[in-house]
Protein backbone atom coordinates (compact mmCIF):
# COMPACT_ATOMS: atom_id res chain seq x y z
CA UNK A 1 0.00 0.00 0.00
CA UNK A 2 1.36 3.67 -1.22
CA UNK A 3 2.02 6.13 1.23
CA UNK A 4 -0.33 8.43 -1.06
CA UNK A 5 -3.51 5.81 -0.44
CA UNK A 6 -3.16 5.20 3.35
CA UNK A 7 -2.32 9.76 3.62
CA UNK A 8 -5.55 9.44 1.26
CA UNK A 9 -7.61 6.44 3.98
CA UNK A 10 -6.51 8.63 6.77
CA UNK A 11 -7.89 11.91 5.74
CA UNK A 12 -11.14 10.53 4.72
CA UNK A 13 -11.06 8.47 7.88
CA UNK A 14 -10.84 11.92 9.51
CA UNK A 15 -13.65 13.61 7.25
CA UNK A 16 -15.85 11.17 8.59
CA UNK A 17 -15.30 12.18 12.26
CA UNK A 18 -15.38 15.53 11.64
CA UNK A 19 -18.99 14.82 10.04
CA UNK A 20 -20.63 12.88 12.81
CA UNK A 21 -19.28 15.61 14.91
CA UNK A 22 -20.62 18.43 13.39
CA UNK A 23 -23.76 15.87 12.63
CA UNK A 24 -23.93 15.52 16.99
CA UNK A 25 -23.66 19.51 17.76
CA UNK A 26 -26.12 20.51 15.10
CA UNK A 27 -28.67 17.47 16.20
CA UNK A 28 -28.20 19.27 20.20
CA UNK A 29 -28.51 22.83 18.68
CA UNK A 30 -31.60 21.93 17.21
CA UNK A 31 -33.32 20.28 20.13
CA UNK A 32 -32.28 23.46 22.08
CA UNK A 33 -34.54 25.30 20.36
CA UNK A 34 -37.36 23.02 20.28
CA UNK A 35 -39.93 23.97 22.71
CA UNK A 36 -42.98 22.70 24.95
CA UNK A 37 -45.80 25.42 25.32
CA UNK A 38 -47.27 24.57 28.67
CA UNK A 39 -49.76 27.63 29.34
CA UNK A 40 -51.19 30.26 27.54
CA UNK A 41 -52.21 34.09 27.67
CA UNK A 42 -55.16 35.32 26.00
CA UNK A 43 -56.72 38.26 25.83
CA UNK A 44 -54.98 40.55 27.70
CA UNK A 45 -54.33 44.25 26.56
CA UNK A 46 -50.75 45.70 27.55
CA UNK A 47 -47.57 45.77 26.82
CA UNK A 48 -46.11 45.00 30.30
CA UNK A 49 -47.53 41.47 31.28
CA UNK A 50 -46.94 38.69 34.57
CA UNK A 51 -48.60 36.31 35.97
CA UNK A 52 -47.85 33.83 38.73
CA UNK A 53 -46.34 30.53 37.69
CA UNK A 54 -48.25 27.21 38.88
CA UNK A 55 -46.62 24.72 40.63
CA UNK A 56 -47.24 22.51 37.91
CA UNK A 57 -44.59 24.36 35.58
CA UNK A 58 -41.88 22.08 37.87
CA UNK A 59 -43.54 18.98 36.23
CA UNK A 60 -42.12 20.02 32.93
CA UNK A 61 -39.08 21.94 33.60
CA UNK A 62 -35.64 20.54 34.04
CA UNK A 63 -34.30 23.64 35.92
CA UNK A 64 -34.69 24.15 40.21
CA UNK A 65 -34.64 27.53 38.46
CA UNK A 66 -36.89 27.84 36.31
CA UNK A 67 -33.81 28.91 33.63
CA UNK A 68 -35.48 26.74 30.86
CA UNK A 69 -38.63 28.43 31.04
CA UNK A 70 -39.48 31.34 28.02
CA UNK A 71 -42.35 32.96 26.85
CA UNK A 72 -43.52 33.03 22.92
CA UNK A 73 -45.64 35.04 20.77
CA UNK A 74 -48.06 33.76 18.05
CA UNK A 75 -45.10 33.19 15.43
CA UNK A 76 -42.95 31.68 18.09
CA UNK A 77 -40.35 34.58 18.59
CA UNK A 78 -39.24 34.78 22.25
CA UNK A 79 -40.34 37.72 23.73
CA UNK A 80 -37.98 39.27 27.01
CA UNK A 81 -39.21 37.93 29.86
CA UNK A 82 -37.34 37.55 33.27
CA UNK A 83 -39.04 34.82 36.21
CA UNK A 84 -39.04 36.43 39.88
CA UNK A 85 -39.79 35.59 43.22
CA UNK A 86 -43.77 36.84 43.97
CA UNK A 87 -43.37 39.77 45.67
CA UNK A 88 -43.74 39.63 49.66
CA UNK A 89 -46.68 41.54 50.62
CA UNK A 90 -45.40 43.46 54.20
CA UNK A 91 -46.82 41.98 57.33
CA UNK A 92 -47.65 44.69 59.58
CA UNK A 93 -48.62 43.11 63.61
CA UNK A 94 -49.31 45.66 66.27
CA UNK A 95 -46.77 44.91 69.53
CA UNK A 96 -48.91 43.37 72.39
CA UNK A 97 -49.85 45.22 75.34
CA UNK A 98 -50.13 43.82 78.81
CA UNK A 99 -54.00 44.22 80.18
CA UNK A 100 -54.43 44.20 83.44
CA UNK A 101 -56.99 41.54 84.56
CA UNK A 102 -58.04 40.29 88.19
CA UNK A 103 -59.39 37.50 89.57
CA UNK A 104 -62.59 37.79 91.04
CA UNK A 105 -63.53 35.19 93.85
CA UNK A 106 -67.68 35.14 95.13
CA UNK A 107 -66.13 33.70 98.28
CA UNK A 108 -65.04 37.10 99.22
CA UNK A 109 -66.57 39.70 101.03
CA UNK A 110 -64.67 43.56 100.98
CA UNK A 111 -63.89 45.36 104.29
CA UNK A 112 -66.57 48.16 103.51
CA UNK A 113 -69.68 47.13 102.16
CA UNK A 114 -70.58 48.83 98.76
CA UNK A 115 -73.42 50.40 97.67
CA UNK A 116 -75.22 52.69 95.15
CA UNK A 117 -74.06 52.36 91.79
CA UNK A 118 -71.99 49.58 89.91
CA UNK A 119 -68.00 49.62 91.34
CA UNK A 120 -65.71 47.84 91.62
CA UNK A 121 -63.15 47.50 94.97
CA UNK A 122 -59.56 46.11 94.52
CA UNK A 123 -58.14 44.92 97.86
CA UNK A 124 -55.26 42.84 98.32
CA UNK A 125 -54.96 41.45 93.91
CA UNK A 126 -58.61 40.87 94.47
CA UNK A 127 -61.64 42.18 92.87
CA UNK A 128 -65.17 42.60 94.43
CA UNK A 129 -68.20 43.45 92.62
CA UNK A 130 -70.90 45.96 93.70
CA UNK A 131 -74.24 46.63 91.74
CA UNK A 132 -76.87 48.73 92.00
CA UNK A 133 -79.37 48.29 94.75
CA UNK A 134 -82.51 45.66 92.94
CA UNK A 135 -79.66 43.38 91.25
CA UNK A 136 -79.68 40.33 92.66
CA UNK A 137 -76.10 38.82 92.74
CA UNK A 138 -76.04 35.42 91.57
CA UNK A 139 -73.63 32.95 93.20
CA UNK A 140 -70.93 32.30 90.28
CA UNK A 141 -68.04 30.54 90.33
CA UNK A 142 -64.90 31.99 90.20
CA UNK A 143 -63.75 33.94 86.71
CA UNK A 144 -61.72 36.86 85.53
CA UNK A 145 -61.89 40.02 84.90
CA UNK A 146 -60.56 42.56 82.24
CA UNK A 147 -60.62 45.99 82.64
CA UNK A 148 -61.12 47.95 78.90
CA UNK A 149 -62.70 50.65 79.98
CA UNK A 150 -60.02 53.17 79.65
CA UNK A 151 -58.96 51.58 76.80
CA UNK A 152 -59.64 53.54 73.23
CA UNK A 153 -58.08 51.08 70.85
CA UNK A 154 -59.80 48.20 69.06
CA UNK A 155 -59.05 44.78 70.68
CA UNK A 156 -58.36 41.88 67.70
CA UNK A 157 -57.24 38.87 70.16
CA UNK A 158 -55.71 37.95 73.32
CA UNK A 159 -53.29 35.90 74.24
CA UNK A 160 -53.35 33.80 78.07
CA UNK A 161 -50.33 32.75 80.11
CA UNK A 162 -51.10 30.22 82.81
CA UNK A 163 -49.50 28.27 85.60
CA UNK A 164 -49.25 24.73 83.68
CA UNK A 165 -48.17 21.56 85.32
CA UNK A 166 -46.10 18.74 83.65
CA UNK A 167 -48.88 17.14 81.29
CA UNK A 168 -50.93 18.37 78.35
CA UNK A 169 -53.32 20.43 78.81
CA UNK A 170 -56.87 21.02 76.63
CA UNK A 171 -58.94 24.22 78.43
CA UNK A 172 -62.15 25.23 77.46
CA UNK A 173 -62.14 28.76 77.76
CA UNK A 174 -65.77 31.41 77.07
CA UNK A 175 -65.26 35.07 76.82
CA UNK A 176 -67.60 37.66 77.35
CA UNK A 177 -68.62 41.25 77.40
CA UNK A 178 -70.15 43.52 79.43
CA UNK A 179 -70.69 46.86 79.78
CA UNK A 180 -72.42 47.45 83.46
CA UNK A 181 -71.05 44.13 84.93
CA UNK A 182 -74.49 42.63 85.06
CA UNK A 183 -75.34 41.49 81.65
CA UNK A 184 -73.01 39.58 79.83
CA UNK A 185 -72.60 38.68 75.79
CA UNK A 186 -70.83 35.66 74.80
CA UNK A 187 -67.73 37.45 72.55
CA UNK A 188 -66.31 33.62 71.92
CA UNK A 189 -65.64 30.28 73.16
CA UNK A 190 -62.24 28.59 72.21
CA UNK A 191 -59.95 25.62 73.27
CA UNK A 192 -56.23 26.89 74.82
CA UNK A 193 -53.79 24.11 73.89
CA UNK A 194 -50.76 23.25 75.48
CA UNK A 195 -48.97 20.12 75.02
CA UNK A 196 -45.43 18.71 75.94
CA UNK A 197 -43.10 16.23 74.72
CA UNK A 198 -39.29 15.59 75.44
CA UNK A 199 -38.88 19.34 75.61
CA UNK A 200 -41.18 20.52 72.77
CA UNK A 201 -44.02 22.09 72.93
CA UNK A 202 -47.54 22.75 70.77
CA UNK A 203 -49.01 26.08 72.22
CA UNK A 204 -52.32 27.64 71.04
CA UNK A 205 -52.99 30.18 73.51
CA UNK A 206 -54.48 33.07 71.17
CA UNK A 207 -57.92 33.60 71.50
CA UNK A 208 -59.60 36.15 68.35
CA UNK A 209 -62.45 38.58 69.99
CA UNK A 210 -62.44 41.07 66.96
CA UNK A 211 -63.88 43.87 69.06
CA UNK A 212 -64.06 47.10 67.69
CA UNK A 213 -62.74 49.99 70.36
CA UNK A 214 -64.86 50.39 73.13
CA UNK A 215 -67.47 47.85 71.92
CA UNK A 216 -67.32 46.50 75.87
CA UNK A 217 -65.80 48.13 79.18
CA UNK A 218 -65.10 44.99 80.76
CA UNK A 219 -63.87 41.24 79.24
CA UNK A 220 -64.98 38.35 81.52
CA UNK A 221 -62.89 35.22 81.19
CA UNK A 222 -64.51 31.69 82.03
CA UNK A 223 -62.95 28.24 82.49
CA UNK A 224 -65.55 25.99 83.02
CA UNK A 225 -63.96 22.87 83.25
CA UNK A 226 -61.10 23.63 84.96
CA UNK A 227 -62.01 26.31 87.87
CA UNK A 228 -58.72 26.34 89.63
CA UNK A 229 -56.70 27.58 86.50
CA UNK A 230 -53.93 30.64 87.51
CA UNK A 231 -53.67 33.51 84.82
CA UNK A 232 -50.01 34.86 84.63
CA UNK A 233 -50.46 37.07 81.87
CA UNK A 234 -52.83 38.69 79.38
CA UNK A 235 -51.93 40.10 76.28
CA UNK A 236 -53.61 42.61 73.74
CA UNK A 237 -53.30 42.85 70.30
CA UNK A 238 -54.48 45.22 67.96
CA UNK A 239 -55.83 45.02 64.64
CA UNK A 240 -53.22 44.75 61.91
CA UNK A 241 -53.61 43.54 58.16
CA UNK A 242 -51.85 40.47 57.11
CA UNK A 243 -52.08 39.82 53.48
CA UNK A 244 -51.42 35.82 52.39
CA UNK A 245 -47.86 35.20 51.69
CA UNK A 246 -46.70 34.47 48.20
CA UNK A 247 -46.33 30.34 48.71
CA UNK A 248 -47.69 27.97 47.22
CA UNK A 249 -49.01 24.50 49.16
CA UNK A 250 -49.44 21.20 47.74
CA UNK A 251 -50.09 17.79 48.89
CA UNK A 252 -48.73 14.11 48.32
CA UNK A 253 -49.77 10.91 49.00
CA UNK A 254 -47.13 8.17 49.94
CA UNK A 255 -47.26 4.15 50.80
CA UNK A 256 -45.92 1.83 53.25
CA UNK A 257 -42.10 1.91 53.03
CA UNK A 258 -40.94 -2.18 52.72
CA UNK A 259 -37.96 -1.31 55.64
CA UNK A 260 -40.46 -1.00 58.73
CA UNK A 261 -36.68 -0.01 60.50
CA UNK A 262 -35.40 3.02 61.61
CA UNK A 263 -32.73 4.51 59.10
CA UNK A 264 -30.78 6.18 62.10
CA UNK A 265 -31.03 2.54 63.98
CA UNK A 266 -32.18 -0.88 62.16
CA UNK A 267 -32.63 -2.36 65.46
CA UNK A 268 -35.58 -0.38 65.89
CA UNK A 269 -39.04 -1.15 64.62
CA UNK A 270 -40.99 2.01 63.12
CA UNK A 271 -43.98 2.95 61.19
CA UNK A 272 -42.15 4.57 57.47
CA UNK A 273 -43.98 5.85 54.79
CA UNK A 274 -41.89 7.16 51.65
CA UNK A 275 -42.67 9.23 48.99
CA UNK A 276 -41.91 10.34 45.22
CA UNK A 277 -42.15 13.77 44.06
CA UNK A 278 -42.35 13.84 40.21
CA UNK A 279 -41.11 17.81 40.13
CA UNK A 280 -37.83 19.91 40.77
CA UNK A 281 -39.70 23.11 43.11
CA UNK A 282 -37.40 23.82 45.82
CA UNK A 283 -39.14 23.10 48.78
CA UNK A 284 -38.06 25.07 51.48
CA UNK A 285 -41.18 23.75 54.31
CA UNK A 286 -43.16 21.06 55.15
CA UNK A 287 -45.83 19.85 56.94
CA UNK A 288 -47.46 16.17 57.44
CA UNK A 289 -51.14 15.88 57.19
CA UNK A 290 -52.15 12.81 59.24
CA UNK A 291 -56.14 14.03 59.04
CA UNK A 292 -57.84 12.91 62.21
CA UNK A 293 -55.08 10.41 63.68
CA UNK A 294 -53.87 11.36 67.39
CA UNK A 295 -49.97 12.16 67.31
CA UNK A 296 -48.14 13.72 69.88
CA UNK A 297 -44.60 11.72 69.46
CA UNK A 298 -40.82 11.64 67.71
CA UNK A 299 -41.15 12.03 63.78
CA UNK A 300 -38.02 11.78 61.60
CA UNK A 301 -37.92 13.09 58.27
CA UNK A 302 -35.42 11.59 55.43
CA UNK A 303 -34.87 12.64 51.67
CA UNK A 304 -32.14 11.87 48.97
CA UNK A 305 -31.78 12.80 45.31
CA UNK A 306 -31.18 9.37 43.83
CA UNK A 307 -33.16 5.79 44.89
CA UNK A 308 -29.28 4.58 45.43
CA UNK A 309 -28.43 7.23 47.42
CA UNK A 310 -28.00 7.39 51.35
CA UNK A 311 -31.18 9.28 53.13
CA UNK A 312 -30.09 12.26 54.41
CA UNK A 313 -31.88 13.55 57.91
CA UNK A 314 -34.43 16.94 57.46
CA UNK A 315 -35.68 16.51 60.59
CA UNK A 316 -35.59 14.90 64.10
CA UNK A 317 -38.02 16.60 66.80
CA UNK A 318 -41.75 15.76 68.08
CA UNK A 319 -44.44 16.50 66.00
CA UNK A 320 -48.41 17.32 67.39
CA UNK A 321 -51.43 16.24 65.35
CA UNK A 322 -54.34 16.78 67.92
CA UNK A 323 -58.13 17.67 68.11
CA UNK A 324 -58.65 20.77 69.62
CA UNK A 325 -62.31 21.32 69.95
CA UNK A 326 -63.81 20.77 66.84
CA UNK A 327 -60.90 21.21 64.74
CA UNK A 328 -57.14 19.28 64.54
CA UNK A 329 -54.63 21.58 65.06
CA UNK A 330 -51.08 20.39 64.32
CA UNK A 331 -47.28 21.47 64.58
CA UNK A 332 -45.91 24.51 62.61
CA UNK A 333 -44.67 23.93 59.06
CA UNK A 334 -40.61 22.36 59.79
CA UNK A 335 -38.51 25.20 57.52
CA UNK A 336 -35.68 23.88 54.87
CA UNK A 337 -32.66 24.62 52.77
CA UNK A 338 -34.05 24.71 49.41
CA UNK A 339 -34.43 21.04 48.76
CA UNK A 340 -35.16 19.28 45.11
CA UNK A 341 -34.77 15.87 46.18
CA UNK A 342 -37.91 13.73 44.46
CA UNK A 343 -37.23 10.76 47.37
CA UNK A 344 -39.10 11.29 51.11
CA UNK A 345 -39.33 8.97 53.87
CA UNK A 346 -41.44 9.41 57.17
CA UNK A 347 -40.41 6.95 60.34
CA UNK A 348 -43.57 7.49 62.94
CA UNK A 349 -43.41 5.67 66.17
CA UNK A 350 -44.31 1.87 65.99
CA UNK A 351 -47.52 2.48 67.51
CA UNK A 352 -48.58 4.77 64.88
CA UNK A 353 -52.16 2.78 63.17
CA UNK A 354 -50.77 1.34 59.98
CA UNK A 355 -54.21 2.60 58.50
CA UNK A 356 -53.25 5.94 58.60
CA UNK A 357 -52.14 7.55 55.55
CA UNK A 358 -50.02 10.48 56.66
CA UNK A 359 -49.66 12.82 53.63
CA UNK A 360 -46.69 15.56 53.27
CA UNK A 361 -47.33 18.77 52.70
CA UNK A 362 -45.07 21.15 50.65
CA UNK A 363 -44.47 24.73 50.35
CA UNK A 364 -42.41 26.96 48.41
CA UNK A 365 -41.88 30.84 47.20
CA UNK A 366 -43.97 31.43 44.10
CA UNK A 367 -42.51 32.40 40.80
CA UNK A 368 -44.31 35.20 38.62
CA UNK A 369 -42.76 35.56 35.30
CA UNK A 370 -42.74 39.35 33.68
CA UNK A 371 -42.57 39.60 30.18
CA UNK A 372 -42.81 42.84 27.43
CA UNK A 373 -45.54 41.89 24.79
CA UNK A 374 -46.21 42.50 21.43
CA UNK A 375 -49.72 42.44 20.47
CA UNK A 376 -48.84 39.24 18.49
CA UNK A 377 -51.37 37.59 20.73
CA UNK A 378 -51.83 34.54 21.86
CA UNK A 379 -48.41 34.00 24.11
CA UNK A 380 -47.37 31.05 25.44
CA UNK A 381 -44.97 30.00 28.20
CA UNK A 382 -43.12 27.25 27.25
CA UNK A 383 -39.70 24.83 28.27
CA UNK A 384 -37.09 24.38 25.97
CA UNK A 385 -35.30 21.07 25.50
CA UNK A 386 -32.50 21.67 26.82
CA UNK A 387 -31.20 23.95 29.79
CA UNK A 388 -29.29 27.09 28.59
CA UNK A 389 -26.23 28.43 30.13
CA UNK A 390 -28.04 31.93 30.06
CA UNK A 391 -31.13 32.80 29.05
CA UNK A 392 -31.22 35.22 26.09
CA UNK A 393 -34.52 37.44 26.57
CA UNK A 394 -33.78 37.51 30.19
CA UNK A 395 -30.33 39.22 29.51
CA UNK A 396 -32.72 41.20 26.68
CA UNK A 397 -35.50 41.96 28.99
CA UNK A 398 -33.08 43.23 31.99
CA UNK A 399 -31.50 45.85 29.03
CA UNK A 400 -35.06 47.41 28.08
CA UNK A 401 -36.36 47.30 31.40
CA UNK A 402 -33.03 49.00 32.79
CA UNK A 403 -33.63 52.25 35.02
CA UNK A 404 -37.71 51.75 34.23
CA UNK A 405 -40.52 51.96 36.51
CA UNK A 406 -43.80 50.21 35.39
CA UNK A 407 -47.45 49.12 36.44
CA UNK A 408 -47.34 45.33 35.59
CA UNK A 409 -50.61 43.94 34.49
CA UNK A 410 -51.61 40.79 35.49
CA UNK A 411 -52.56 37.88 33.76
CA UNK A 412 -53.81 34.33 33.83
CA UNK A 413 -52.18 31.41 32.28
CA UNK A 414 -54.25 28.52 31.11
CA UNK A 415 -53.19 25.32 30.48
CA UNK A 416 -52.81 23.80 27.47
CA UNK A 417 -54.22 20.30 26.38
CA UNK A 418 -52.36 17.02 25.97
CA UNK A 419 -48.79 18.38 26.92
CA UNK A 420 -46.66 15.74 26.73
CA UNK A 421 -43.76 15.77 29.66
CA UNK A 422 -40.23 15.50 29.27
CA UNK A 423 -38.20 12.83 31.00
CA UNK A 424 -36.90 13.71 33.81
CA UNK A 425 -34.81 10.76 34.08
CA UNK A 426 -31.39 10.58 36.94
CA UNK A 427 -29.32 10.42 33.79
CA UNK A 428 -29.67 10.79 30.03
CA UNK A 429 -27.04 10.21 27.14
CA UNK A 430 -28.06 11.31 24.07
CA UNK A 431 -27.25 8.89 21.16
CA UNK A 432 -25.57 11.17 18.84
CA UNK A 433 -23.04 11.13 21.81
CA UNK A 434 -22.49 7.70 21.54
CA UNK A 435 -22.14 7.49 17.95
CA UNK A 436 -19.61 10.48 18.28
CA UNK A 437 -17.40 8.26 20.96
CA UNK A 438 -17.68 5.10 19.02
CA UNK A 439 -16.31 7.17 15.49
CA UNK A 440 -13.72 8.67 17.64
CA UNK A 441 -12.71 5.26 19.07
CA UNK A 442 -12.76 3.31 15.52
CA UNK A 443 -10.75 6.29 14.24
CA UNK A 444 -7.90 6.06 16.42
CA UNK A 445 -7.63 2.21 15.97
CA UNK A 446 -7.78 2.69 12.45
CA UNK A 447 -5.25 5.26 12.57
CA UNK A 448 -2.98 3.24 14.96
CA UNK A 449 -2.74 0.37 12.39
CA UNK A 450 -2.19 2.17 9.70
CA UNK A 451 0.67 4.17 11.57
CA UNK A 452 2.54 0.41 13.02
CA UNK A 453 2.21 -0.97 9.30
CA UNK A 454 3.55 2.37 7.36
CA UNK A 455 6.49 1.95 10.37
CA UNK A 456 7.12 -1.26 9.70
CA UNK A 457 6.92 -1.21 5.85
CA UNK A 458 9.94 1.75 6.89
CA UNK A 459 11.58 -0.78 8.56
CA UNK A 460 11.53 -3.25 6.50
CA UNK A 461 13.22 -0.84 3.60
CA UNK A 462 15.70 0.18 5.38
Known sequence: MSSVIKKRLSAGLLMVLMTFAFASQTTRAKEQMSVTAI?????V???YLQATLPHSIYRYSNSSQLTDVVVLDRDGNALPSKIVKSTQSKRQESDSVALAFFQVSTDYVPS???????QLQIEKGVIAISMEQGHEQSSEEPFYLIDLSERAQALQSVALEWVADTSSQY???TLSGSNDLVSWTTVTQDTLVKLNKEGQALLRNKVEVNLAAQRYQY???????HRNIQLTEVLGYQPHSIEPASYQHWQLQGRLAEKQRSIANGDNPVSAWEYQRDDKAPVQALNINLGQTAHGDTVRIYSRSRTNSDWRLRFNGVWFNAKVGDTWQHSEAMNLSPNTDPYWRVEF???????AEPELMFQYPSQTVQFIANNHQPYQVAVVAEVPAERASA??????????????INADLIKLDRVARPDHSESLTHWTDVLFWITLVLAVMVLLVFALRLLRQLQHED
Request: charged share 25%; aromatic share 8%; net charge neutral.
Open 39 to 43: YEVQD
Open 45 to 47: AGV
Open 112 to 118: DSLKGNT
Open 171 to 173: LPV
Open 219 to 225: LRIDFPE
Open 349 to 355: NPNLSRS
Open 395 to 408: KVFTQVMKRQQVDW
